[in-house]
């Protein structure tokens, strides 16, 4: 008559192996988690301290960074003490705040890479109008925007999810608290739940993915059109970091939420590791390491 959720906790199993390469996992994983923080960070810094970053392109990566590091805190340090007590116990609130934030998280990127190929599609295909269509303020608002349908879209279905009834097993086979294994836990119906999650992702999905396709579909008929090679090539390396970027985003997300194959606990597992903790460690790398304006802004302010 009445939803009434009996589990009031889980228990992740994540990655049942020997105590050695336990071990060894977590000391890479801490590894990562540091670089991955310091990492970007380090682009936060930059961007604010440098006038040379105060654009709009490099507002946005800031921006990246910052869903990057709530992604990694929100799940890393879950799995580091998992890693170290061979499983562990998260409470029935803490899960559903898990999933809320990180499904959050993975849509904002989502949304800020469409605004980022936006913002290079206007520079490249209206340089002369740049300055004017994509000032401080418009950058700030589209941000914003990129917020509030990460953290409100992903709200509808982690309230209906909170309510199932959960009184059965209380073991995840995975190393958080995802959508999927979640659900199949559920002892009342989730037809309610899947049919929000499809709705939800026609704008978390679609609409990004359709402004990035377009954008860089006009992109690619503009440097077409330049004769200068110097020119066509200047062009493409002001998109190629952020196509990179898409192409690791998207690519892990699809591999293991869209493409429907059947794959081993373990390999949902790793395919997991790739777009929660390889992602947010190579944004950065990605940004700075093929920038020069970076480059230059680490050696102004760090090398003296």
């Known amino acids: 008559m009445y939803n009434q959720t009996m589990v009031t906790d889980f228990h992740l ?3 049942q192996a020997s105590g050695g390469l336990r071990l060894f996992l977590f000391c890479l994983f801490l590894m990562v988690y540091c670089l991955i923080i310091c990492g970007n ?12 970053l105060q654009t709009p392109m490099y507002f946005f990566i800031s921006q990246l960074s910052v869903g990057d590091i709530l992604l990694t805190m929100v799940l890393v340090p879950g799995m580091l003490y998992i890693l170290l007590n061979n499983g562990g116990t998260i409470t029935f609130i803490n899960c559903i705040a898990q999933l809320y934030f990180f499904c959050s998280s993975e849509a904002f990127e989502g949304f800020l890479l469409a605004v980022m190929s936006y913002d290079r599609y206007v520079a490249i295909c209206n340089p002369l109008r740049y300055a004017t ?3 401080s303020g418009y950058s700030v608002v589209l941000t914003v925007f990129c917020w509030l349908f990460g953290l409100s879209f992903n709200l509808i ?3 209906t999810t909170s309510k199932l009834n959960f009184c059965g097993p209380n073991i995840i086979d995975h190393l958080f608290c995802d959508l999927v294994p979640l659900l199949e836990l559920a002892c009342s119906d989730t037809f309610i739940v899947h049919l929000e999650i499809y709705v939800v992702g026609i704008p978390n999905l679609l609409v990004p993915i359709t402004t990035i396709v377009m954008s860089y579909s ?3 008929q503009t440097v077409v059109r330049i004769r200068s090679s110097t020119g ?4 493409f390396s002001t998109c190629s970091s ?16 869209v493409v429907p194959t059947k794959q081993s606990v373990t390999i949902n597992k790793i395919l997991s590791l790739l777009y929660t903790v390889f992602t947010p460690l190579v944004n950065p790398i990605i940004y700075s390491l093929r920038n020069k304006d970076i480059k230059k802004a680490i050696q102004q302010s760090f090398i003296f």
Do not use: D, E, P, W
Request: proline share 0%; no cysteine; charged share 5%.
């Open 157 to 159: 279905y982690t309230i």
């Open 242 to 257: 952020h196509l990179t970027v898409v192409s690791i985003f998207y690519g892990t997300i699809f591999s293991v939420y």
């Open 13 to 15: 199993l994540g990655f």
């Open 41 to 52: 960070v380090l682009i936060i810094t930059l961007v604010f301290i440098s006038k040379n």
């Open 232 to 235: 066509r090539q200047k062009a």
């Open 133 to 135: 269509i994509m000032t």
């Open 218 to 220: 006009y992109i690619v």
